[in-house]
């Protein structure tokens, strides 16, 4: 776990209450309500996204206009780079469980200062979980503290992937035998690794700041590590705020699935 830094108990305050309210206005769309539509990049989007991104944009850039904002349903915009703290926003992660009316999507905020985050939470509206972490003060699921899995063998052990990425020909090192599974939502399959469900997630391909920095800080305060596929720490509120690959899992385990990531052929 990290060393403790100076973060207001008034930022978490708002954060907490600003997701919550998001996941209030979500509810109120959600399975069937919400008009969508499909965004150049080929991935859904709904009239709810934006209707909690601009909430959210309201409650938490607003009480803090001295921090930057980075938001997936939000035109990017350099001046982001300019600010030593900034708002890390997914309005809707798992817009399409969402529109399809089951239950994998959640609401994601973070804090990210001088690129890492700070400040996260993963808020599951219809169960009414919250999944939240503060640098130096551990990883929590409504009051109570997260650890991840102790498992230290990769082989048998639970991870949540998209079962064809594991196919023999996409690595130089096969994979032993494994317990797979998926989700949708990036930031849920983080909190799952989080609280001990799953010993390790991987995605391949670039993923966004949005979905990953909550997520990212929950896990590292559960006692776990996230990096990309070669075992790099990330960095977020970069010029181009995507980062390559993922891995998170259990700090006894993170070595050996490493070295099986450091094996994807990108070609």
Avoid at 45 to 54: F, N, P, R, T
Avoid at 160 to 185: F, K, Y
Wanted: proline share 4%; charged share 25%; aromatic share 6%.
């Amino acid at each position: 776990m990290s060393e403790p830094v100076q973060i207001a108990d008034s930022d978490e305050e708002l954060l907490h209450a600003a997701v919550r309210e998001a996941g209030a206005l979500a509810a109120t769309y959600f399975a069937g309500s919400a008009n969508s539509w499909t965004k150049d990049d080929g991935t859904p989007v709904s009239d709810a996204d934006l209707a909690i991104d601009e909430l959210l944009k309201e409650r938490l850039h607003g009480a803090r206009p001295g921090y930057g904002w980075l938001s997936e349903e939000t035109k990017d915009t350099p001046d982001r780079l300019t600010y030593s703290r900034v708002w890390v926003i997914d309005p809707i992660d798992g817009t399409r469980a969402f529109l399809e009316g089951t239950e994998h999507w959640c609401i994601v905020a973070a804090l990210v200062e001088h690129g890492r985050p700070v400040l996260g939470a993963v808020y599951l509206p219809l169960g009414d979980r919250m999944y939240a972490a503060r640098l130096g003060a551990g990883a929590w699921l409504n009051g109570r503290r997260l650890a991840v899995s102790q498992r230290r063998e990769l082989a048998g052990s639970r991870v949540i992937a998209h079962q064809g990425i594991l196919r023999p020909e996409r690595w130089r090192r096969p994979w032993p035998s494994l317990n797979v599974s998926m989700t949708t939502a990036l930031a849920l399959r983080l909190c799952l690794v989080a609280d001990g469900s799953y010993d390790a997630a991987v995605a391949i391909g670039e993923k966004s700041d949005w979905d990953l920095a909550a997520g990212d800080l929950i896990v590292h305060e559960a006692g776990g590590q996230v990096s990309d596929l070669d075992g790099g720490r990330l960095t977020y509120n970069r010029r181009k705020p995507r980062q390559a690959g993922l891995v998170a899992c259990g700090t006894s385990l993170h070595d050996e699935v490493i070295h099986h990531t450091t094996g994807f052929r990108r070609h």
